[in-house]
């Protein structure tokens, strides 16, 4: 159903894969505005959603007419959004409401804030609407597609270190971002609890908790001084939207830099709902975050805090430990290359990692090894609390040095992997 042109396009050219490649995006906005659609109530929690706020936020930030699409109601969604950049469809399980207001929270199905089973399944319309079938798929078949689509993760951070660590910069950016002053709303001491809170860090915004698979969003939404309600993102794929530089002046950023023509692009657009916000840096000088007394970047060197949140966001966690996939072939001519990537794999494999995709506590990976012996190409599983690996065979354990010793005969190169937690014993099941 991904990728099926010819049943479910009218002219055989179009599928969902045809934007979302791969159950990823395409780096373009689409207006997926329809004019003859009704107006719909928005059922998600609003941080700073309360009329009054906004009324204040409209003046703060520079918001020229009403919000919403004419209503001016933080509760409605308009039919007529306006271009929005594709979204992935990898990590959606634990990511509540689906499009960037979560107006597939309230659809052909029925109306929940959170359900992410409930929100894949109003996607049902969209074979009509927007890929242009004659029928519908069946509510069985949209299920089957849910289940599918639901389990298909995002992959490990490439840009994170291999051991899970955060360099200096990405800590000091993780310290801002989890830390005690708020990024944005006003700190008034004793006040914190009116209205769903009056200020907010980062993480009070875009929850990070892995127990819950939250990754950037815990599901709800806010008005950030923008035109519309729009739900808080995940930010698990931000070094995959890297590529545009430059901006038009807006009234979104504090202050307006690069707005000249910066040299060859390589995407179109960028960050934010439509993908107008060229780079991170560009992001965090929105006026919402601007330096005030108590809240917002401080207001010391501002932009070397903002440098350390963009390193940060690049190497944001995700359901898989930056180590799955890794793979190396140890020969015997490359044991002092290769030798210390087999060190840092067998420690991975035996730190602890929580997943709440794999199953809450798990290690970071499972460690594999596969060797050509006795004719054919057998497996090794590497036990972390024994400290050895176990062969395919059901034969006697090996130590790590006993496995490696085998790479010194040509032809018994010996190849590790870190796998996913919980797919080691498939991976070797493949031989
Ligand atoms: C023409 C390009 C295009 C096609 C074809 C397309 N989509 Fe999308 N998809 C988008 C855009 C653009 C968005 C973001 C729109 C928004 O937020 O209003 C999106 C968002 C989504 C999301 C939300 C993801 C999230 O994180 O909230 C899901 C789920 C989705 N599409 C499923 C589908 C399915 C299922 C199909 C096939 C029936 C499909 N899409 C076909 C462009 C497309
Ligand atoms: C009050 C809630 C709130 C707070 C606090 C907040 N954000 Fe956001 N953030 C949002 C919303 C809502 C959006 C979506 C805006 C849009 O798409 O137009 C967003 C968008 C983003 C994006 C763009 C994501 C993408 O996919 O393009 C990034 C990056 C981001 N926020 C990082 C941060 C960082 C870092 C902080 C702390 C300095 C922060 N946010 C604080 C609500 C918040």
């Known amino acids: 159903m991904l990728y099926d042109a010819t049943r479910f396009s009218g002219n055989g050219e179009a599928s969902c894969a045809s934007c979302h490649i791969f159950g990823d995006n395409d780096d373009l906005a689409w207006d997926l505005g329809n004019p003859d659609d009704a107006v719909k109530q928005n059922p998600i929690p609003i941080n700073f959603g309360d009329a009054a706020t906004i009324a ?5 930030f520079g918001v020229r007419g009403p919000i919403n699409g004419g209503d001016d109601d933080p509760k409605v969604f308009h039919p007529m959004k306006g271009p929005m950049t594709t979204q992935t469809l990898r990590g959606l399980r634990n990511s509540g409401a689906m499009h960037w207001r979560g107006d597939r929270a309230n659809g052909f199905f ?20 927007l890929v242009g079938s004659s029928e519908l798929p069946s509510s069985a078949e949209m299920q089957k597609f849910t289940d599918f689509q639901l389990q298909v993760l995002g992959p490990p951070n490439p840009v994170r270190n291999f051991d ?3 360099t200096a910069a990405q800590q000091r950016g993780s310290n801002f971002y989890f830390g005690t002053r708020p990024a944005d709303g006003v700190f008034i001491p004793g006040l914190a609890t009116v209205n769903d809170g009056t200020n907010f860090n980062c993480n009070g915004c875009h929850t990070v908790d892995a127990s819950r698979g939250f990754f950037g969003t815990g599901g709800r939404s806010s008005f950030e ?3 519309q309600i729009v739900k808080i993102p995940h930010l698990r794929n931000m070094y995959t939207k890297v590529g545009m530089f430059g901006v038009a002046k807006v009234d979104f950023f504090k202050t307006n830099f690069q707005t000249t023509f910066q040299g060859d692009q390589i995407r179109g657009f960028g960050f934010v709902n439509d ?19 108590t809240s917002g970047f401080p207001l010391i060197n501002p932009d070397g805090t903002r440098r350390d949140v963009e390193q940060f966001l690049l190497a944001f966690s995700s359901d898989l430990a930056p180590i799955v996939g890794q793979q190396v072939t140890l020969t015997n001519t490359n044991s002092s290359a290769v030798g210390p990537r087999i ?6 494999a035996g730190t ?9 506590a798990v ?10 012996l006795g004719g054919r190409v057998k497996g090794f599983f590497f036990d972390p609390a024994a400290g050895n690996f176990m062969p395919d065979d059901g034969g006697p354990r090996v130590s790590g040095s006993a496995l490696r010793a085998l790479a010194s005969t040509p032809g018994q190169e010996v190849t590790f992997t870190c796998a996913p937690p919980g797919s080691g014993v498939r991976i070797l099941a493949s031989n």
């Open 56 to 60: 204040l936020g409209k003046i703060l």
């Open 343 to 348: 060190d840092l794999m067998t420690r991975r």
């Open 275 to 293: 993908g107008s916000v060229p780079t991170l840096l560009h992001f965090l000088t929105a006026a919402v975050f601007a330096p005030q007394l």
């Open 225 to 227: 001084g923008i035109t």
């Open 363 to 372: 290690k970071e990976c499972d460690l594999v090894a596969r060797v050509a």
């Open 352 to 360: 602890s990692f929580v997943s709440k995709e794999l199953g809450g």
């Open 110 to 129: 029925g109306i929940d804030p959170f359900d992410s089973n409930l929100s894949f399944n109003n996607f049902i319309v969209a074979f009509q609407g």
């Open 164 to 166: 899970n660590s955060l």
